[in-house]
C-alpha cells in the first residue's frame, strides 16, 4: 500500500461509525482539521476529485452496479455545499443528486422507504441523497410526527433495505456532517443578512435549532443503531468548509477504489486497429 492510500486508509478509519463502539458525537470534533493544511488541502481535493472521475467513468462504462452516497446534517452543515464542491468537474450523466423535502403527494400514501427506493441510483450512477430515509428517524422522532412505536422498528427496516441495496450491487455509503451549535448559528445569521443567501432561510429552521438535544440524541442513535460493514456511517468535521469537502471526497474515492469499476470487455479486432 502506498503512503497516500496507507493515509487515505486511516482517515476513513477514523471517522468511521464503529458497530462494537458506542457513539459520543461529543467526542467528534466539528471543527478538527484532521492534520490538514487549508491550501494543501484544496490542492489534494483536486487530485482526489481527478481520481474519482476515473472511476466514475469507469462505473458507468461496466454498467452493473452502483454507489449512493447518503448525506445527512443539521441545517446550514453544508450538504448543498458539499455535492456542489465534490460533483463539479464530474460527468453530469453519470450521477444522480435526490433531494428529500417534507413528504407530500402519492409519497404520504406509501411507507416512508417507498421513495427513497424509488430514486436509488440505477446501475452505472453514483446517487446522492441530500436527506433521506434518515429524516424518518430523526425529525420524525424528534418532533414525535409517529408514535415512538412506530419509528422504533425503522432502524431494521433501514438495515434490510440498505443489506437488500448491497446485495443487488448498490454501495451504500452515508455521512452526517458534523457542525456546531455556535457555526450554525453564524451561518443562519449569514442567510438572514446576506440578499443572496436569504432563500436559504427557513423560520423553520429556529425550532430545529432549539431541539439540538433531541436531534444530537436522534443523530446519535441513527448513526449508532445503522452503521454497517455494508453501509457504514461517517462523522465528518463541518465546521471547516475545506475539511469537509475534501473528507468527503476521500470517503468517496476509497469505496469506489473498493468497488474497482471494470472497463468492459471490448470488441475483438480493435487492438492495433488503424482508422482511416
Ligand atoms: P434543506 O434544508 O435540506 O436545504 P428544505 O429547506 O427543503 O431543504 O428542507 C427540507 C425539510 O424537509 C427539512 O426540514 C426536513 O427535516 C424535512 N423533511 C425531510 N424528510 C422528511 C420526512 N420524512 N418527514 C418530515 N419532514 C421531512
Redesign the pocket.
Known sequence: MSTKDASLASVIESLRVKQDKPLKLSDHDPAATLGWDKEAAKLELEDVKVRIDVLQQRLFAEEQRSLLLVLQ?M??AG??GTIRNILAGLNPAGIKVS?????GGP?VQHD?LWRVHAAAPSKGLIGIF????Y??V???RV?Q?VPKSVWSKRYDHIKAFEELLDDEGTKVVKCFLNVSQDEQRKRLQERVDDPEKRW?F?M??LE?RKLWPEFQEAYTDALAKTSTDKAPWYVVPADRNWVRNLAVAKILLHHLEEMKPQLPPEEEGIDGLVVT
Do not use: C, I, Q, T
Open positions: 446534517a441545517d446550514a450538504k448543498d433531494s428529500f423535502g417534507v413528504p409519497e416512508y441530500n436527506r433521506s430515509h429524516e424518518d430523526l425529525v420524525v418532533k410526527f436559504k427557513r423553520g429552521d430545529d
